[in-house]
Structure formats: C-alpha cells, structure tokens
C-alpha cells in the first residue's frame, strides 16, 4: 500500500509523470475530543511509508516525554504540531498532510474535535471531497460528532466514513459497533443524501487502517485505506455551468490584457462565447494561458489567465460565464450560516461579505430559525452564538452573482468578517434568492437593530438650543447613530407634526423651539437649554434612547 515505485529507482522522469497523473483526494477527519483523529492520520502515513527516519526518530522521543502510549511510539504527534496541542494532547490548529499510494494522492486535513474550534473544522472541510468521522467506541455519538457532520452536509461534502475507533478498548465488540452505526445512521438519515460508509478500525494498533483485521472478523467490508483508494469523486464536480470569478486583471504592457481566476465550475475552450457578469457584456475566449503555456481548455480547479477577443470593461469582482447557464444576480439572497465568533450575531449589523472574489457591505436582515445540531429541530431567534447555525436572509448593499451552493462551490459560499476587526466572524452556503413573498417590511426592531438606538425626540427650549443641537448631533454622528435637527425658525411646518415622521424611520429629532409642547409622547423629553449644556443633555438621550 505504499507510494513505493520501481520507476524511482530506473526511470525518475517516468515516475513523476505518472504520479502527476494519480488523482487528488483531499479529506478531513473530524469528530468529538480524543475520538483519535491525529492517531488515525499518523498509523496511515506510518502504514503508507510516508515518514522519514528523522521524523520517525524524532517522536519517537518526544513520544517518552509526553507518556501517552507507554512504550508504544504516539503517531498523533506527527499532526500535533504546535507545543499547546502536544501538551494538552489535542488538536487546536488544521493540520494538513500529504501521502499517495500506487492508486492516488491524498491530502488530509486533521481539524480540532474541541467546540471552541468547530469554526477551524469548518475551515478545513470548505474545501475537501470527503471527511473521516471518528467516534469513540467507548462513548459513541456526541454532540461534536452531530455538529460535524452537519457542517459537512451544508458545506456539501458527498462522502462520509464513519471510523468506530478505538475498538480495541471494547474487546473488539461487534454489538458497540452495530449500536453506534445505527444510532449515527438514524442521526444523517435527516441530513440531504450523503453517501455513508462504516468501519471499526482501532487506529492505536492499525486494526482495519490499511489491512484487514483478524481481531474483527465479523466485519467483512475493506479496511480504511482501500476505501479512500477507490471511492468515486470525479463526478462529484460541477462541469456543466461555467464560473470564472475574476480574481486580477493582468496588464503588463499595452499589447496584452488577460483576466485571472481559478475556474470554479465547467469547462471552458478556446472560441467559447461568453458574457461578463453583472454588466451582461458579451464576447469569445481568444486564448487560455496556464503556467504550463496556452491550453486548448480548462477545467476546475484550474488557475488560468483568459484573454477575449473584444475589449470590455471587467475588474475583480466579475463573473465569465456562458451566455445560455447564469447564475442569480440579486441584493439579496437566503443562506445557512455557521457563526464562529463569540460575538454575538446581530440582525442589521453591518458586515462585510465576500464571495467569491467580491467583496461587499451588507447585514442579516433575518434569521428564519436557528436549527439544533442534536435533533435538527428548528426554533425562532434574533440571534446566532458561538458555533449555532441558523438560516438567513443577507441584504447587501451592491447587487453579487452567486449559485446556490449545491450547484457550485466556489460562486455559493460566503465569509462574514467584522468591519472594525476585519476577523472572519461567520460562514455561509447559498440556498437561493429571497422570495418575494417573503419581504416585509421594515420594522422598527430592525430599525433599532441597525441604528443601535432607540427613536427619541429631544425638544430644545431656549437661548441658544441650536448651538447646543448642532453640538450633540456632532457627537451622536461620530459615534455612529443616526439624528436629525429640527430648527422651528427654518422651517414653516410645525415640527410637533413631523418629528414623530422621522421617529417612525428610526432617527433621534432634536427639535430646537422656542416654547415646549403642550404635549409630549412617550419617547420624547424637554431640556431647558439655559441650564442644562450639551453633555448633561446627550447623556439623558443616550439613556432614554437606549444607545449602543
């Protein structure tokens, strides 16, 4: 089962060229705490001959210091990189590893089990083909183990193997393993389709990794390995609808302009009509330039450089497609969100989205529900915590072109990241366009959601009241709240009539008059500008119109 070749030693070009050739499988493997995830990566790069002598001798001692396997080398600590992890004997950051065999090539991701990191799991599953779930024998389904495979299943992942590890400390029990199969499959069975596969394996002692078990019998399916040998990704791939986010415009000289991406879906050729999205311009592919020189065609994941035959205005941000397969372009779009911040989602707040290449201003203008990653119950919120996933609908402030995320990856998925500290605070996969039956309007607790304050008029009596007016405006404006100054002098309408206008959009009035009303409401105040100064008046606002 190793990459071994004879080739290596009589023909290296030979070689290469055919292990070019082998196909990609990138993975992951997740689950709850301990569930052995790291151990499982080590005994399969041990058991493929794809660690080095120094490697091998190098955790072998730190294996002596840690003490977590007796005498036995820990293989966990070949992917527990950093000191924190190998102390604590966890996964905190992604790793990822290299290893091929005679078949294919393989690229695993090791993602931390803890539920402070699910939003690096996430991270590592965006862009694999297939994710190993681990559970303990010992403790079966968890919680993290639900979340996991719920994450994979938005994020689209077709395949699943579910690794019963840990057998060994089961007296290799064929009863656990049915019971934890069954619970898990009763579990996914209210997910969309995913294709399941489940194995005992102990990954300690290599039961059923590479090679077959004799400790286990009764399961007669191929060990691990041989699974991810062949199991069947080549159509998992959307080749149908051309999407070519633009990534740089390529301008050297004044003779060449060609437009750089990574193809996300289809194929493209030589001669292809297409059009630019969103401006809806038209032409044909003139030339596909690769590292490698001009292609005749290109597929994804390929990193190309496209040159038209006519001279149109593209930037970053656009989109080539064909002209008979386009995507959505809209304000507006519905999503699942997985929030990985401890700060609290917001509906209104404004953040920045991007997707694809284009990266936009725009807010949660609605949460539909938040849904339980236990029983997949659905329940009404106004907010998302740390690691909750809820379905949305996004409002943004230029209108993106985007798929549905099931139809392609690359033009479906989004990041959230906060605007003051530029962190990824959030992760979203398209569902559709928001239905018009859905819209309704605006409320005034979106209002207070988007604002940060509550509507208030503030009536400014006396000498003065403008200058004192323009001075709290001032500093609510700085601070990031929305007001308005009403000067009776200025204006012929009487401002008692028109300030509860500007109160039902959401704004702070302050209404400069001469004499106070005869009546006030119930978000309203009188403040004697005579004796009170601006600060005195802007922190009794700030109270009563509840400011954030």
């Known amino acids: 089962m190793s ?24 993975l992951l493997t997740c689950g709850s705490v301990d569930d052995g995830k790291s151990t499982l990566i080590g005994r399969l790069l041990h058991d493929s001959k794809m660690i080095y002598e120094d490697q091998l001798a190098a955790i072998t001692e730190a294996s002596v210091k840690s003490g977590t396997t007796g005498k036995a080398v820990d293989l966990a600590l070949l992917v527990d990189g950093l000191q924190a992890e190998r102390e604590q004997g966890i996964t905190i950051d992604v790793a990822y590893r290299y290893f091929s065999t005679a078949k294919r090539k393989f690229i695993i991701a090791d993602t931390p089990g803890h539920e402070q990191y699910t939003r690096n799991m996430a991270t590592g599953a965006s862009t694999c083909d297939l994710a190993v779930i681990l559970i303990d024998a010992r403790h079966g389904v968890q919680v993290q183990t639900r979340r996991h495979s719920m994450i994979a299943s938005l994020l689209g992942l077709k395949h699943i193997i579910v690794a019963v590890n840990k057998m060994d400390l089961v007296a290799y029990d064929e009863g656990v393993y049915k019971q934890i199969k069954n619970d898990y499959l009763n579990f996914i069975t209210k997910l969309d389709h995913i294709d399941i596969t489940c194995i005992p394996i102990s990954a300690l002692t290599g039961e059923n990794v590479v090679n077959p078990s004799p400790a286990m019998p009764w399961y007669d399916n191929p060990p691990l390995l041989p699974i991810l040998e062949s199991i069947e990704i080549a159509n998992d791939r959307n080749l149908k609808d051309l999407r070519f986010p633009i990534q740089y415009v390529n301008r050297p000289d004044p003779n060449f302009r060609g437009y750089c991406g990574t193809m996300a879906a289809g194929i493209i050729r030589k001669g292809d009509p297409i059009t630019v999205l969103p401006a809806g311009k038209t032409s ?48 507006t779009f519905t999503a699942h969100i997985v929030w990985m911040t401890e700060q609290t989602l917001m509906v209104g707040k404004q953040y920045y989205i991007k997707l694809a290449t284009r990266t936009a201003t725009g807010a949660i203008a609605k949460i539909h529900h938040r849904i339980d ?137 302050l209404c400069c008059v001469a004499h106070a009303p005869k009546e006030t409401h119930n978000n309203s105040a009188i403040f004697q500008c005579a004796t009170e100064s601006a600060n005195d008046i802007l922190r009794q606002i700030s109270g009563k119109a509840q400011l954030r």
């Open 3 to 26: 990459h071994q070749s004879d080739l290596i030693s009589t023909d290296i070009d030979a070689y290469l060229a055919q292990h070019e050739k082998k196909e990609l499988l990138r």
């Open 373 to 509: 990653v236990n029983s997949l119950a659905k329940s009404a919120t106004n907010e998302l915590h740390l690691n909750e996933i809820g379905y949305c609908d996004i409002t943004l402030n230029m209108a993106v072109v985007f798929d549905p995320y099931r139809l392609c990856k690359g033009t479906g998925a989004f990041i959230i990241i906060d605007r003051l500290s530029n962190a990824t605070v959030g992760a979203g996969m398209i569902m559709g366009v928001v239905d018009d039956a859905d819209i309704q309007p605006v409320s005034m607790d979106e209002r207070i959601a988007r604002y940060g304050q509550q509507a208030f008029t503030a009536w400014l009596v006396g000498a003065n009241n403008l200058q004192t007016a323009q001075e709290i405006e001032r500093q609510l404006f700085d601070s990031g709240h929305v007001c308005i100054v009403l000067n009776q002098a200025d204006i012929d309408v009487n401002i008692e009539k028109i300030s509860p206008l500007f109160n039902q959009a959401g704004l702070i009035c």
């Open 284 to 331: 044909a592919v003139k030339s596909i330039i690769s590292y490698a020189g001009e292609l005749d065609q290109a597929f994804p994941p390929m990193a190309i450089t496209l040159t038209l035959d006519d001279e149109i205005d593209i930037s970053r941000g656009d989109m080539i497609t064909r002209p008979t397969d386009q995507p959505s372009i809209s304000y």
